[in-house]
């Protein structure tokens, strides 16, 4: 065991010691940084955010029910009239726009958005109901489903799901956990990049400085030293993600605070139909996020050992992400399930939306266990394949 432990340190040294792994940090770092504050801009000023945040702390935890929509409306109703002539303009030809901009004055413009975002429609916001609202909400379920090509048994279950909601729904204002979707997309290829440039040489290097010829001639320099290899990548490989989510965590919550995680998941996704709130979202995301993290390294190394060159492992691993761009048409059936379990959609906020089931399961309780079987598959084989490698080299 100590002999493990002097190997692990030592081949942890070895991939931080690479320039070239801290600058793509620092660039990953910095590039999701600056897309958080990318969306604080689009929110506006600080000040502005801060009085928007104190105004909807005030209705944070009541129902959306009738009563809540009527005030709402009613407030954003009677700073248009007491502001009629700055707003003359835009209510005779945009009577959505101008209520848009009365919630705006009034620092209620995020729940102007997460209503609108349900109604899809501007001008409806002024006089949507609590039944007309929760009923949409089931609408948006139903069509995004059938846009992906969701069976209809699987529909009925994501529905079944909504269904279970308790309603009315509790509003929470949840500006972090919001801004942090629209970013977390970007947090999964930054940190996939990352990983590529850290670990594409893990085992490619070994053949790169003529080094696999001494690992032939020490006593313990086979299993153990790949298991120690593994276990440096994949601590490197999960620090790196600790290092780019916590960058973007940190600046969400500096602007937008930390409330709003007790609140359903439908105050920042209204159109899922998952019976979780956004604290356990957040929780089942990190979760997911490292098991992604952990399968990712675990192909870079395979493939850094396999291909026995670190330029290739990282063009195949671009590749790879640069195909996951694309999406299946849902009528490919199992071909387009099986592409929905992609790394690149794992951390997509889509996750928590009516995607595919795969018989009693949902997606993420799939991809964790795809994930799963492969990494366990993936080490087995990186271990046969590399003890082989050696006796063969001999």
């Known amino acids: 065991m100590n002999t493990f432990f002097i190997m692990y340190k030592a081949e942890i040294k070895k991939i931080i010691s690479k320039k070239s792994v801290w600058i793509a940090l620092a660039i990953g770092v910095a590039f999701v940084f600056l897309m958080g504050l990318t969306n604080l801009s689009s ?10 945040r104190d105004v909807l702390a005030e209705i944070e935890g009541r129902e959306m029910d009738e009563t809540f929509f009527d005030e709402f409306q009613s ?41 609108y975002n349900v109604v899809r429609d501007r001008s409806l916001v002024e006089s949507v109901n609590g039944d007309d609202f929760y009923e949409k909400m089931r609408e948006d379920i139903i069509r995004d489903g059938k846009e992906l090509g969701v069976s209809d048994e699987e529909l009925d279950v994501w529905l079944s799901e909504y269904d279970s909601i308790e309603k009315p729904m509790k509003y929470y204002y949840a500006g972090s956990y919001s801004n942090i979707l629209d970013v977390w997309f970007f947090v999964g290829w930054v940190l996939f990049l990352n990983i590529a440039i850290a670990l594409s040489g893990v085992f490619a290097d070994e053949k790169i400085y003529k080094t696999d010829a001494i690992i032939l001639s020490a006593k313990k320099g086979r299993s153990a030293l790949c298991l120690a290899k593994i276990a440096a990548a994949v601590s490197v490989a999960l620090l790196q993600g600790l290092s780019i989510i916590g960058s973007l965590f940190g600046v969400m919550f500096a602007f937008f605070g930390t409330e709003g995680s007790k609140g359903m998941i439908q105050n920042i996704i209204p159109s899922s139909p998952w019976n979780i709130t956004i604290g356990q979202m957040v929780a089942i995301s990190m979760l997911l996020t490292f098991i992604t993290t952990i399968f990712w390294a675990s192909t870079n190394m395979l493939l850094s050992h396999l291909t026995q060159s670190a330029v290739a492992t990282m063009a195949i691993h671009a ?3 640069f195909v996951g761009l694309f999406n299946v048409p849902g009528e490919m059936g199992i071909i387009a399930k099986l592409w929905q379990l992609r790394p690149t959609m794992a951390l997509y906020y889509g996750t928590f939306c009516n995607t595919y ?3 009693a399961m949902n997606n993420v309780q799939a991809s964790v266990l795809v994930y799963s079987l492969c990494m366990v ?7 046969v394949s590399y003890k082989k490698s050696q006796v063969e080299s001999r």
Do not use: C, Q, W
């Open 75 to 115: 407030e954003v109703m009677e700073e248009l009239n007491h502001n009629a002539d700055k707003y003359e303009n835009l209510m005779a030809y945009d009577p959505g726009a101008a209520f848009m901009n009365g919630a705006d004055a009034i620092g209620k413009k995020s729940l102007f958005d997460l209503i």
């Open 319 to 321: 590749a790879i992400l």
């Open 377 to 383: 598959i993936f080490a087995a084989t990186l271990l």
């Open 357 to 359: 089931r795969y018989g």
């Open 43 to 52: 929110e506006g000023h600080i000040s502005y955010v801060k009085n928007s």
